[in-house]
Nanobody, 124 residues
Framework: QVELVESGGRLVQTGDSLRLVCAAS????????MAWFRQVPGKEREFIAT???????HYADSVKGRFTVSRDKAKSTLFLDMSNLSPNDTAVYYC??????????????????WGQGTQVTVSN
């Protein structure tokens, strides 16, 4: 049974940096893409970044240059290094696993497994 557990979310101030971690278990993830999404109440889940099985990474324009996604060598742990945070980054951040084609990496419906989320709050 696949399980994804996110950690690292907390209250920070504008301009701070933060690292989120997603630990995956229950399968071999080398052939899967892993991604970060975020969601605020009343809005759709938003794609943030992905590390694909091919090793390539892709980012939403809103975080490009500020966030970095990476995976460990076993490809079962996903990281999101966030810098220069602003209140607009406040959200619940979710880790997801799936095998979307490149054109669909931003679609949450293409991801089969999800974590429970971790809250990131950025204060003024």
């Amino acid at each position: 049974q696949v399980e994804l557990v996110e950690s690292g979310g907390r209250l920070v101030q504008t301009g701070d940096s933060l690292r989120l971690v997603c630990a995956a278990s229950g399968d071999t993830f080398r052939n899967y893409g892993m991604a970060w999404f975020r969601q605020v109440p009343g809005k759709e889940r938003e794609f943030i970044a992905t590390s694909r099985a091919t090793g390539t990474t892709h980012y939403a324009d809103s975080v490009k240059g500020r966030f970095t996604v990476s995976r460990d060598k076993a490809k079962s742990t996903l990281f999101l290094d966030m810098s220069n945070l602003s209140p607009n980054d406040t959200a619940v951040y979710y880790c997801a696993v799936g095998q979307p084609i490149l054109s669909a990496i931003r679609d949450p419906r293409m991801y089969r497994h999800w974590g429970q989320g971790t809250q990131v709050t950025v204060s003024n």
